[in-house]
Every structure is written in structure tokens, then in C-alpha cells.
């Protein structure tokens, strides 16, 4: 079992800021590649960002390219998406997900990831 943590949502004007950190527990963290998804109510879960498990390859959608980072940071077992230029189409519940392979690589389908957090509110005001 994995227990994923996210924090650092919260309301912001367009242009601004946030980072998000999903914090995780349970098993070995930095085998297994993480991602970071989206969801407003009444659309499917979107992809935004992944990063391989040693942090060398990460995976942007086209929406937020250019404008999100995602990192890693093995030790403390903690993934962040550093989100700049915010939109308020950006506003959405943002969840962290945790890759089932051993290994593996950035990926942008939900069905790859095993453990999900309970998601975080962004909201960005125009």
C-alpha cells in the first residue's frame, strides 16, 4: 500500500503562482514513476505532468508545457508541481498518482497509476 498526501492548493489570481507537494508513505518511493492529474467536475481526469522514478525524464501535457514543472525528491519521498502563469482554466482538484511498475517512466495514462491521493483544489481567479 502507498498513502499519497497532497498540499499546496489553494486560490490565486491569474499569473500567479502555486506549488503543490504530494507526500508519500507505504512503500519505496523512488521506484516508481509519479504523476500529477487534474479534474473539474463533469469532465474525465486529465493529465498534466509525470517524472520517471530517478527524476531524469518527465512528461508535460501541451496545455501546461512551458508553464508547470514537476520534480522529485527521493529522500523526503516527495513529488511537487511548481505551476507559474497560472489560467483560470487551470482551476481544478489536482491528484498525485503513484506508477504501479517497477522502474518505471513518465507516463500520461491513468491506467498505469496504482495509488491516487485524495486531490487538492486549485482555483484561479481572472
Known amino acids: 500500500q502507498v498513502q499519497l498526501v497532497e498540499s499546496g492548493g489553494g486560490l490565486v489570481q491569474a499569473g500567479g503562482s502555486l506549488r503543490l507537494s504530494c507526500a508519500a508513505s507505504g512503500r519505496t518511493f523512488s521506484t516508481n514513476a509519479m504523476g500529477w492529474f487534474r479534474q473539474t467536475p463533469g469532465k474525465e481526469r486529465e493529465f498534466v505532468a509525470a517524472i520517471s522514478w530517478g527524476g531524469g525524464r518527465t512528461y508535460y501535457a501541451d496545455s501546461v508545457k512551458g508553464r508547470f514543472t514537476i520534480t522529485r525528491d527521493n529522500a523526503k519521498n516527495t513529488v511537487y508541481l511548481q505551476m507559474n502563469s497560472l489560467k483560470p482554466e487551470d482551476t481544478a482538484v489536482y491528484y498525485c498518482?503513484?506508477?504501479?511498475?517497477?522502474?518505471?517512466?513518465?507516463?500520461?495514462?491513468?491506467?498505469?497509476?496504482?495509488?491516487w491521493g485524495q486531490g487538492t483544489q486549485v482555483t484561479v481567479s481572472s
Open positions: 498518482a503513484s506508477d504501479g511498475a517497477y522502474l518505471s517512466g513518465p507516463s500520461s495514462s491513468p491506467r498505469n497509476y496504482e495509488y
